[in-house]
């Protein structure tokens, strides 16, 4: 199963101070909901992990939440794209839970439900807790520059991001490069099985 786990606030959706508290507020970046239709056409199921403290802190309720998302899912099923689930920590800092992000609690959840081995599925976020949290749960670690990356354009990276952060302007270019590298990896094991059959049928 391919699984791509993406964040939501400043990657998929525009990011907003004092954080997203109704659909109203709830605007994709551009290119992100295509981002989305296209892994889902190259056959990735997409899943959100998400901190959510405004949940904790009582500035919204799972009302407000589940109204976000049906926005959300409306938005992209008009353009032939979907996100499977959306796991979330509604917990403050305060709150010592395992599931905030740079933990990586929502990502455990997440290969437990999908039984998938995490050091096959690629993790995009926008904040340097994203990429932590994907490195901890043995992810592979990308960065967009939309959202809090924007500031991060720095080559290299600031000392906090782990070795190895993949880093993209955007959704749309992680999905692009995503693609890109799997249809390369698909032709060149074409190619060694031509390679094989060839050698298999020339007679010695
Ligand atoms: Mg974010
Ligand atoms: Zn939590």
Redesign the pocket.
């Known amino acids: 199963m391919k699984l791509v786990i993406v964040?939501?606030?400043?990657?998929i959706n525009v990011?907003r101070e004092g954080f997203i508290q109704n659909p109203e507020e709830w605007e994709p970046l551009p290119g992100a909901i295509d981002a989305i239709a296209r892994l889902n056409h190259a056959g990735y199921h997409v899943v959100i992990a998400?901190n959510m403290p405004g949940l904790g802190r009582g500035l919204f309720d799972m009302a407000a939440l589940n109204a976000i998302q049906k926005k959300m899912n409306k938005t992209l099923a008009a353009a032939g794209a979907r996100v499977e689930a959306m796991f979330y920590c509604p917990h403050t800092p305060d709150d010592g839970c395992t599931c905030r992000k740079p933990l990586p609690g929502l990502f455990e959840q997440i290969g437990e439900r999908y039984r998938v081995d995490l050091r096959q599925v690629p993790a995009v976020?926008?904040?340097v807790r994203?990429v932590q949290a994907a490195v901890a749960a043995g992810c592979v670690p990308h960065l967009v520059l939309t959202?809090?990356g924007a500031p991060k354009q720095t080559d290299p990276l600031p000392a906090e991001f782990p070795l190895g952060t993949r880093v993209h302007v955007d959704l749309a270019a992680f999905a692009s490069v995503l693609i890109a590298e799997d249809e390369a990896a698909q032709a060149a094991e074409d190619e060694a099985a031509r390679t094989a059959e060839a050698k298999a049928a020339t007679p010695t």
């Open positions: 964040d939501r606030d400043g990657t990011e998400a976020g926008d904040s994203d959202g809090k």
